[in-house]
Every structure is written in C-alpha cells, then in structure tokens.
Nanobody, 122 residues
Framework: QVQLVESGGGLVQAGGSLRLSCAAS????????MGWFRQASGKERDFVAA????????YYADSVKGRFGISRDNAENTVYLQMNSLKPEDTAVYYC???????????????WGQGTQVTVSS
C-alpha cells in the first residue's frame, strides 16, 4: 500500500514556474513507476509525465514536452514535477500516481494522491 500526498500547487502568471511535489509513504518506493496526471474542470484526466523507479526512463505528454520536467528522490520517497513556461491551459488539478508500468494510461496506476490545484492566469 502506498499513500501519496501532493503539494506545491497555487496561482501563477502565464510564463511562470511551479514545482509540484508528491510525498509517498509505504515501502519500496523505488520499485514504483511514478506518474503525474491532470484534470481540468469539466474535462477528462490527462497524462502529463512519468518516470521509472531508477529514473532512467521518462515519458512526457506532447503538450508539456520541453516545458515540464519529472524527477524523483528515492531516498526522500518523493517525486517532483517542475513546470516552466506555464500557460493558462495548464490550469488543472494535478495528481500523482504510482504503478508498475511506465504508461500514459491512468488505468496502469494503482495508487493516487488527492491532487493539488494549479491555476495559471493570463
């Protein structure tokens, strides 16, 4: 069992940056693939980024490639999402998730956090 808690969301102007954190409790954090997803109001949940347990592999949605960076610190049981050059369309609730397969499908993730709101003003 893994519990995930996101933090770092907030209100930022377009062009600004935010760093989201997701702290995990439970054992074997390094064995999990970690992903970030987001859901804008009235829309479906979308994949953002994912990272393998050893950080060797990362995977990004086209919409954030070159602007967002995913990383993890296994010693701290934490995964991060650095978001740069933010756009109003990045406004959403951001969720972290844990699973065993590096995938852009939410169905492949077994554990989810409660989400953190990111709002980008124009």
């Amino acid at each position: 069992q893994v519990q995930l808690v996101e933090s770092g969301g907030g209100l930022v102007q377009a062009g600004g940056s935010l760093r989201l954190s997701c702290a995990a409790s439970g054992r074997r954090f390094s064995s999990y693939v970690m992903g970030w997803f987001r859901q804008a109001s009235g829309k479906e949940r979308d994949f953002v980024a994912a990272i393998s347990g050893n950080s060797v592999s990362t995977y990004y949605a086209d919409s954030v490639k070159g602007r967002f960076g995913i990383s993890r610190d296994n010693a701290e049981n934490t995964v991060y999402l650095q978001m740069n050059s933010l756009k109003p369309e990045d406004t959403a609730v951001y969720y972290c998730a844990a699973g065993w397969v590096l995938s852009d499908s939410g169905d492949r993730y077994n554990y989810w956090g409660q989400g953190t709101q990111v709002t980008v003003s124009s």
